[in-house]
T-cell receptor, first 115, second 113 residues
Framework: KAGVTQTPRYLIKTRGQQVTLSCSPI?????VSWYQQTPGQGLQFLFE???????NKGNFPGRFSGRQFSNSRSEMNVSTLELGDSALYLC??????????????FGPGTRLTVT | GENVEQHPSTLSVQEGDSAVIKCTYS??????FPWYKQELGKGPQLIID?????GEKKDQRIAVTLNKTAKHFSLHITETQPEDSAVYFC????????????FGTGTSLTVIP
């Protein structure tokens, strides 16, 4: 089974621009979560989508948004980029299961650099 | 919300020795505790997990223990090998928060040949 894929792997943008990142989950996984990873803040939850609906949202400004398509692929968008948005953006997919959180499998990430 | 603390931040061991990484959590509702290994340039890889109805779980050289009363869980790696060198993250989640995971700050493990 193919793992979680993320595109692009690397991206350089200028302050004020916007960016869209893409994630394809493991086949059969309908939950997709996004995380931001930085040396200073570690891994921080952005949001989770299941069946095209946002189920959970972390503590990030409204410039960060996402969506999920009917085939479970997900995109996240960051508008009006700031230098502090430079980070590794990770996508994780999981099967939902009764009785608790499901195992999450991460993609390789998209390295975003804002100049 | 949940707060996960992880110690130590760096750990060096001789090849063949054991390594132990400890995490504490604050939310008594947390019931799922995965551990991830992240190598340079890669995403985190799930290596073992434990649910709150179990006290210990083993998978070859890796084991995880959970103490719900004290709200702490630990990763044990025995017979360490150079390829175990990586950053390890613990995480906690609960049924209340779906798939929102709270991560520790990571432990950089170096296994010295």
């Amino acid at each position: 089974k193919a793992g979680v894929t993320q595109t692009p792997r690397y991206l350089i943008k200028t302050r004020g621009q916007q960016v869209t990142l893409s994630c394809s989950p493991i086949s059969g996984h309908r939950s997709v979560s996004w995380y931001q990873q930085t040396p200073g803040q570690g891994l921080q939850f952005l949001f989770e989508y299941f069946s095209e609906t946002q189920r959970n949202k972390g503590n990030f400004p409204g410039r960060f948004s996402g969506r999920q398509f009917s085939n479970s692929r997900s995109e996240m968008n960051v508008s009006t980029l700031e230098l502090g948005d430079s980070a590794l953006y990770l996508c994780a997919s999981s099967l939902l299961q009764a009785g608790g959180p499901g195992e999450q499998y991460f993609g390789p990430g998209t390295r975003l650099t804002v100049t | 919300g949940e707060n996960v603390e992880q110690h130590p931040s760096t750990l060096s061991v001789q090849e063949g020795d054991s390594a132990v990484i400890k995490c504490t959590y604050s939310d008594s509702a947390s019931n799922y505790f995965p551990w991830y290994k992240q190598e340079l340039g890669k995403g985190p890889q799930l290596i073992i997990d434990i649910r709150s109805n179990v006290g210990e779980k083993k998978d070859q050289r890796i084991a995880v223990t959970l103490n719900k009363t004290a709200k702490h869980f630990s990763l044990h790696i025995t017979e360490t090998q150079p390829e175990d060198s990586a950053v390890y993250f613990c995480a906690a989640s609960s049924s209340n928060t779906g798939n929102q995971f709270y991560f520790g700050t990571g432990t950089s493990l170096t296994v010295i040949p």
